[in-house]
């Protein structure tokens, strides 16, 4: 193998509008005492590379000292003529130029001071983070010409991350990080400020980095016995802390560190390292194209399905497994990276000079995804770059399952909906000799799955409902996907479908799972309102209606005080004001009728609003009676013949006004169509500025023809009523029509 190395020094010019004023902190255009400075970035310690942006100027200064006093200073330098000019008093003494300090250093306010004092100058971070400031000075004493580049070195040093293996890195901490550093160099090398504040500065990521990834932490220059870097990463999917001290009592500005995240190829532990790069001046290595890494198809070993094609090439099937790769190659090589989690390399150790052989781990490459081409990076060993010419290229090809409606994780092959969902979430065609089932670990058989008659061994998975599931509290519910062979029951892929599980109380009653508490608060909202494990009156053993008659005032209220109008879904409260219940936020022009939306437009998913016909199965037309009485329902027949009873309770206050005499009627069957009795209760309608009025019960609906139900609250009579948009309603659901009721 031949290597070709090259100088590569990083100098950056920097480019600004040009200005026209001549005053002492823009310069003069020529004179004796005129200095035309080029500024350029220098290269990092040890050759590293600069990332694009990292060395944007927003700022130049510049000062001069004369006979070790700072006499000039040059604020706001603007760029001509392919440099800065500045007119100097004379052209003798040290030329000091600094980049993005602006706001930071008062240098006017420092005319006067030692250059001893200058060199002390402490430089503070920014908003917690260290600055990307640059510094350089130069003797114009020995420089004759009135053009002269000024080599310009950044003030921080910079952290590298490279990871090996399944690695995925949340963020990194280095502890006890220095908070200023001086302006320029220490003749007695690296240093820290007298009483500088160190404090742990940390590296949090938007999207968790899974690939080697350059300038993830920048931090000045210092000496600290102390330092030690934190990552917190997930390794093969379990969340894991690693920390490292660093050998290094110093982090000298200008310099890159590498952070090192790899697996161990024999115990699987991950290892952290930190290393500075060798100062190697500025040359770096790039390989010979001629020689670049080739796959030896004899000395690798390949299952079935896994096949070699041309130019480093390797095509591999959707399913899981593993296999080793011999690299032709002088030199000792490493793994750098994968461009696809489901890939992961480790070395094997032969012992054999120039043997490099790998273990390629190709996890699971799940349904719906495309086939993708996915290259894999080696770098040879004591390089800290790898190169594009240094890889193979595995094509991972598309899994022949068929879905429709999932979407499995690449990683942990798990779909979470991230809500309640039930009925069809999706369906599965499988290839000939396979079939799906549904697996339930400690969880309660929530998932039924069943092949479709007419399509081709196709299936479909159906989210159940449980009435009353006293775990239906908002957790999450999983169930797995098990793809099997038909033939023997083996095993073959396996996936995750997740769900929240949420619930609301429940009464059957005439062939409809009516809700047994008003919506609350946001009414699309699961969590504010009364959930299956919180019913307080199913924990009583009572009845709604029981409950009211009998709870405390708070607890009265916190049930009874909800109201709606218009399509937001957000509860109006009634409160007291001005001697009258009313609600607060009524509005006299809202021209949006709840009854004409939708269903489940106001509704928390899997529940919607009763239709009209839906209050007509269960209700007839008549005053409602304080005492138990049979009647027939306008929808349903004597089949649907009910009873029906009002009840009141006095004595309630709110906000020291007192409520009056407040009604609840319940609903039961008499036909063994129904469980217990249906209880409604509420906030009276209110239609204008005088307030609520008691006992006056709208019941929304959806009716695109707005006709609701009404129950007056001067005689207790039910009837059909289609008041306006502005008139307030309660709100009571039901369950919308599910397949799969699971016990």
Excluded at 144 to 164: E, I, M, N, P, Y
Excluded at 259 to 274: G, I, W
Excluded at 702 to 726: C, Q, R
């Amino acid at each position: 193998m031949k290597w070709l190395g090259w100088i590569g020094i990083l100098l950056s010019s920097v480019f600004f509008t040009a200005c026209s004023d001549d005053t002492e902190n823009n310069g003069l255009n020529g004179g004796a005492g005129s200095l035309l400075v080029a500024p350029e970035v220098a290269a990092y310690g040890g050759g590293g590379q600069a990332i694009a942006g990292e060395d944007n100027i927003t700022d130049i200064s510049a000062c001069l000292f004369e006979d070790g006093v700072l006499t000039q200073v040059f604020e706001h330098l603007q760029q001509t003529d392919g440099g800065y000019h500045v007119s100097l008093n004379a052209k003798k003494g040290t030329f000091y130029m600094l980049a993005n300090t602006d706001g930071l250093i008062d240098l006017n306010g420092l005319k006067g001071c030692s250059e001893e004092e200058w060199l002390k100058t402490a430089f503070p971070v920014k908003d917690g983070k260290a600055v990307g400031f640059l510094t350089g000075k130069m003797d114009l004493a020995t420089r004759a010409q009135s053009g002269q580049t000024l080599v310009l070195k950044r003030g921080v040093a910079r952290f590298d991350l490279t990871l090996s293996g399944n690695i995925a890195v949340n963020s990194l901490t280095l502890k006890n990080a220095a908070q200023s550093v001086y302006l320029f160099p220490q003749a007695e090398g690296v240093k820290s400020p007298a009483g500088v504040v160190r404090k742990d500065v940390t590296a949090h990521f938007d999207e968790v980095l899974t690939t080697s990834t350059s300038g993830v932490l920048y931090v000045y220059e210092q000496e600290n016995e102390g330092l030690e870097v934190s990552v917190e990463a997930m390794v093969d999917g379990q969340s894991k802390v690693l920390t490292k001290t660093l050998e290094e009592k110093v982090l000298k500005r200008n310099s890159i560190y590498t952070l090192t995240l790899r697996k161990d190829t024999l115990s699987s532990e991950v290892s952290l390292d930190v290393l500075a790069w060798e100062d190697g001046g500025n040359t770096q290595l790039q390989p010979d194209l001629d020689s670049q890494i080739t796959i030896d198809k004899n000395l690798s070993s390949l299952p079935d399905g896994v096949q070699m094609t041309a130019n480093n090439t390797v095509t591999v099937p959707s399913r899981a497994l593993d296999f080793t790769l011999a690299l032709d190659c002088d030199d000792e090589l490493e793994f750098v990276s994968s461009e696809n989690p489901c890939v992961t390399v480790e070395a094997v150790s032969s012992g054999v000079v120039g043997e490099n052989k790998f273990v390629v781990h190709k996890a699971l490459f799940p349904p719906g995804y495309p086939e993708e081409e996915v290259k894999v990076f080696f770098r040879r060993k004591g390089l800290n770059e790898s190169y594009e010419e240094d890889c193979v290229k595995l094509i991972l090809q598309e899994n022949p399952i068929r879905l429709e409606g999932f979407t499995f994780d690449l990683q942990d092959y798990t779909c979470d909906f991230g809500r309640y969902i039930d009925n069809e979430m999706g369906r599965f065609t499988l290839p000939e000799g396979l079939e799906l089932v549904a697996e339930f670990p400690e969880e309660d058989k929530w998932v039924k799955v069943e092949q479709v008659a007419d399509a081709a061994n196709t299936y479909r998975v159906l989210a159940g409902w449980k009435p009353n599931d006293p775990k239906a509290d908002g957790r999450k519910q999983s169930a797995k996907l098990v793809v099997r062979r038909t033939a023997d029951q083996q095993e073959m892929e396996t996936y995750t479908v997740v769900r929240r599980n949420y619930g609301l109380p429940v009464t059957l009653l005439n062939g409809i799972w009516w809700c047994r508490y008003n919506a609350l608060g946001n009414s699309t909202d699961f969590e504010d309102q009364i959930l299956c494990a919180e019913d307080p009156a199913r924990k009583l053993g009572k009845t709604v209606q029981e409950y009211l008659n009998t709870c405390s005032q708070e607890e009265y209220l916190h049930l009874w005080n909800a109201a709606y109008e218009g399509n937001d879904g957000i509860a109006l409260k009634a409160v007291s004001k001005d001697n009258k219940i009313t609600l607060d936020g009524w509005r006299s022009g809202e021209s949006e009728h709840i009854n004409k939306q939708e269903p489940a437009a106001l509704a928390p998913d899997g529940y919607e609003m009763p239709t009209f016909n839906d209050y007509r199965s269960i209700f007839g037309a008549f005053v409602i009676p304080t005492a138990w009485t049979e009647f027939t329902p306008q929808i349903g027949g004597t089949a649907y013949r009910s009873a029906i009873i009002l009840e009141k309770r006095s004595g309630l206050q709110l906000g020291g006004q007192d409520l009056g005499e407040l009604w609840t009627f319940s609903v039961q069957s008499v036909k063994n169509q129904g469980e217990e009795p249906l209880t409604f209760y509420g906030v009276g309608c209110q239609w204008d500025g005088s307030g609520v009025n008691r006992n006056w019960f709208l019941l929304a609906c959806y009716n695109p023809d707005v006709t609701g139900w009404l129950v007056k609250g001067s005689n207790a009579s039910l009837e059909h009523n289609g008041a306006g948009a502005n008139n307030t309603r309660i709100v009571r659901f039901k369950k919308s029509d599910v397949e799969y009721i699971y016990q």
